[in-house]
């Protein structure tokens, strides 16, 4: 069988097995934008700035009109834990 009919086939059997508590997937629990910008004490523009987007998209997610996932759901919880990081890596040259 080509690779276009082989990975449908195996998303199908990692969804199963996920569902089945198997496999290897990572489910990360919600995280809330405010509260780590509260706890690092960063205004929304300061916020926004850190996660390289735009304050209205930023907003959006303090608001719940925009659901927060993947790489952003990550650099949050690096920002709650560390704020400075991510502060430092971006400022260092490339």
Known sequence: MSTFGEDPIQSLN???AHSKGEGS???HTPIS???VRMQ?????AQMAALMGMSLSGYRKWE?????????AAI???????D???V???LLAPP
């Open 83 to 85: 704020p400075n990081a």
């Open 63 to 71: 608001q719940g009109r925009r659901r927060v996932s993947g790489p």
């Open 75 to 81: 650099l949050l919880r690096i920002i709650k834990h």
């Open 87 to 89: 502060k430092q890596a």
């Open 25 to 27: 997937a990572i489910v």
């Open 40 to 44: 690092a004490e960063l205004t929304q």
């Open 14 to 16: 990692e969804a199963l």
């Open 33 to 35: 934008p405010r509260e």
